[in-house]
């Protein structure tokens, strides 16, 4: 009989939007993986593909032993509700076992959640990502990796299941600096085109063709080509949600003041984010901030009820 252990298995928890289709590379590469999402619909797909159900964060990084545990959900107070509640994580991982945290949170929680589980007798890397959903089916994602280099070494050739590049910034915390500076351009980016088209609009031009020739010229972003479909269709399937993206500004603005570096520019951006979310959108796909700035803008040019006054400029 062969007394050799066989490797534990990878544990994955959080299915959502980004986490089931990194899952599903980790399982497609040939990983063994126990996965636990709060629905569990959710994981049905990877489920019937050969990943084992664990009913809760605990039971999952217990299969994983002293092995990765990789979570992947909404934001920080997600992060330490699956790794540090009664059913979490760092309840049932065994001494030794590293804790991948892809989701995106501040720097200073990144860090007090990597201290929390050191003092466990666990290893902590935080690895946000850059990219869409269709960027991770396709194994296209960016690491931005923080901690320590051992660490790093161990999660590596998994993360390269899904990702074409990591870069490892430095200890806990400057990954998810980075992750934010990333979307610090990339969500305001978005606002500012969704006005761009709007104003192109209000001015007479035709939607598909302002937004093919932005694309065509200086305008052009990889974000506005992501959001081409979304912007001329006037429908936005959540790849990222709204509420995920005001939820990335509210971070930069809170690391922006801890460092005392400006950041007007995506205050603004948040606060459109804001008048989008109350009008109903914080599901759909951040696109869908242009239907905000649409509603404002048709408001603004409407005549005022009484007095006379135009109604104040939109956003
Ligand atoms: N979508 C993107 O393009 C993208 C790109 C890069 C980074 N990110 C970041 O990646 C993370 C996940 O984003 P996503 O787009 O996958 O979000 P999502 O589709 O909304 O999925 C969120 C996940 O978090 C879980 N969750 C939320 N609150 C929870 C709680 N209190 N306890 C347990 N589980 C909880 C959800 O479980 P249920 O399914 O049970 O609700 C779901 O698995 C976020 O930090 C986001 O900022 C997203």
Redesign the pocket.
């Known amino acids: 009989m062969d007394a050799t252990p066989l490797p534990s298995p990878a544990a994955f928890?959080?299915?959502?939007?980004?986490?089931?289709p990194i899952a599903a590379r980790l399982l497609g590469a040939g990983h063994r993986l126990v996965v636990h999402?709060?629905?569990r619909a959710?994981a049905s797909a990877l489920l019937s593909a050969g990943a084992a159900w664990a009913d809760s964060p605990r039971e999952a990084a217990r299969a994983a032993g002293d092995g990765l545990v990789f979570v992947?959900?909404?934001?920080g107070?997600?992060v330490r509700?699956?790794v540090f509640g009664r059913r979490g994580v760092a309840a049932g991982a065994r001494a030794g076992a590293l804790v991948v945290n892809?989701?995106?949170?501040a720097p200073d929680e990144s860090r007090a959640i990597g201290d929390r589980l050191r003092a466990k007798g666990l290893h902590y890397l935080e690895a946000?990502?850059?990219?869409?959903?269709e960027a991770a089916r396709q194994g296209q994602l960016a690491v931005y990796a923080g901690g320590d280099p051992a660490d790093l070494a161990r999660a590596q050739p998994l993360l390269e299941k899904f990702a074409s590049r990591v870069d490892l910034l430095g200890g806990v915390g400057l990954g998810s600096a980075m992750?934010l500076v990333n979307n610090l351009v990339t969500v305001t980016t978005v606002m500012l085109d969704a006005e761009a088209i709007a104003l192109a609009e209000a001015m007479g031009l035709e939607r598909e063709r302002a937004v093919d020739l932005l694309l065509a010229g200086g305008g052009q972003s990889r974000m506005l080509a992501n959001k081409r479909d979304a912007f001329v269709r006037r429908e936005y399937p959540?790849?990222?949600?709204l509420s995920?993206a005001h939820?990335?500004l509210g971070l930069v603005a809170r690391a922006a003041r801890e460092v005392g570096a400006p950041v007007r520019l995506s205050r603004e951006a948040r606060r459109l984010a804001e008048q989008a979310i109350d009008d109903g959108l914080a599901e759909q796909d951040f696109a869908a901030v242009y239907e905000a700035v649409r509603r404002r803008r048709d408001g603004a040019a409407a005549p005022a009820a009484s007095g006379g006054a135009a109604a104040p400029p939109g956003p």
């Open positions: 928890v959080g299915l959502g939007t980004m986490g089931g999402n709060r629905d959710k992947m959900v909404s934001d107070r997600a509700s699956v892809l989701s995106t949170i946000p990502v850059g990219g869409s959903q992750k959540a790849q990222f949600k995920l939820k990335d």
